[in-house]
């Protein structure tokens, strides 16, 4: 899938360039452009991509200091300029535009979703957020953003895919330690499912490759979506590698999703990474049964991606899955601390915690 990369914000910018970074590196060619947006002006220069300072009448170059309304209107205010700035690396074969923010803050968090408002309405290809949440141990004012900002993007991009800032890093590392690997994880991961869109089926190389628009029938369902990913050592031989396919699929759907304990989801789409004669057809018609009983979903499509690997690695995506115990919990999270701010007491607190999060617009 050709995709256009916007990042809103610090972790958005560094996101999309590391992302930019893997697609060139892999020589995929999937990522058509990539630029970044900011209200700081000191987190743009350490960028190599494009950049764009947003705001500079308000904040003057720096940051809306984690206020995600102010970041919300700054981009309102500016969209058509940030558009302009993004026309250019639109071209015809773009399929999908791509925007990047952590939602705890305020540039990305307030920005994203009225970018990905503003976009939806000029553009015909869908527009979609991948959304960085804060990790558990993140004070409550990035919970309260985050929620917040949740809410506002699952209802104005095609679709969120989220990443929990606690997933794909290593145990025990700190948030700073941590973020340069779940970067390098977001961009494995998200690159190589872009990419997985782009092969051409040539005749019995990969027989069954996934096309842009199966990624985008899985992210269809709209509202928030998640990437699971785990790989294994395969054998030379396709018939020994059944075993390593589905277990790297349950890996994937039950302890590598950006946002851990998803399993319920309206749509899925599982791709198999490795040498082609390495694929099990069996293995992946088997995976792909599993996710289907796994997730209630009856719209789970499969595919390989050829890559020159002696490995397996397995990439599940899952549409549709606002119905995770996971995400509720973060909800909650989000709700108390949006309560603990307004300095409400416990009584308070509690008839808060059952209404929802107002929406940032
Ligand atoms: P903004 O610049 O105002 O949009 O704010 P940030 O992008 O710094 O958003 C803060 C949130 O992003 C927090 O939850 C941080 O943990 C997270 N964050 C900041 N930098 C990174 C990064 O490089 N990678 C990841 N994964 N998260 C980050």
């Known amino acids: 899938m050709k995709v256009v990369l916007i990042g809103v914000g610090q972790a958005g910018g560094k996101v999309t360039q590391r992302l930019a970074e893997y697609d060139y590196d892999m020589g995929f060619g ?77 540039t990305g968090s307030g920005g994203a979703p009225a970018l990905a408002r503003e976009l939806k309405r000029i553009h015909d290809i869908p527009v979609y957020v991948v959304g960085v949440l804060p990790g558990r141990d993140e004070g409550a004012i990035y919970q309260a953003n985050a929620g917040r900002s949740l809410k506002t993007v699952a209802r104005e991009a095609d679709s969120l895919l989220l990443i929990d800032n606690d997933a794909w890093r290593t145990a025990g590392e700190s948030m700073e330690e941590g973020y340069q690997e779940i970067n390098d994880n977001i961009a494995q991961r998200l690159g190589l499912l872009f990419a997985s869109g782009e092969i051409e089926a040539v005749d019995d190389i990969a027989e069954s490759v996934v096309d842009s628009s199966e ?117 909650e999270r989000a709700r108390e601390a949006a309560d603990a701010q307004e300095g409400a007491g416990p009584d308070a607190k509690e008839a808060f915690v059952n209404e929802e999060l107002d929406d940032l617009f």
């Open 215 to 331: 990624i985008i029938n899985t992210l269809r369902p709209g509202g928030m979506a998640v990437l699971g990913y785990a790989s294994a050592a395969a054998s030379e031989d396709a018939g020994e590698n059944v075993n390593a396919i589905t277990s790297t699929t349950r890996n994937a759907l039950l302890t590598g999703t950006s946002v851990p304990n998803v399993v319920e989801a309206e749509t899925g789409l599982l791709v198999v990474a490795g040498q082609p004669e390495r694929i099990s057809r069996k293995g992946v018609e088997r995976a792909r049964s599993w996710i289907e009983e796994e997730t209630g979903s009856m719209q789970v499509r499969g595919g390989d991606f050829p890559l020159d690997s002696e490995r397996i690695a397995t990439l599940v995506l899952l549409g549709g899955v606002e119905r995770s115990n996971r995400i509720d919990e973060f909800m």
């Open 30 to 106: 999937a990522v058509q452009g990539a630029m970044a947006v900011n209200t700081a002006q000191a987190d743009l220069q350490s960028l190599d991509i494009d950049t764009m300072l947003i705001g500079r009448d308000r904040v003057k170059g720096h940051g809306v200091g984690g206020d995600n309304e102010l970041g919300a209107e700054i981009m309102q205010d500016e969209a058509t300029e940030v558009m302009d700035g993004l026309d250019a690396k639109l071209s015809t074969e773009a399929e999908a535009v791509v925007i990047v923010a952590g939602l705890g803050g305020g």
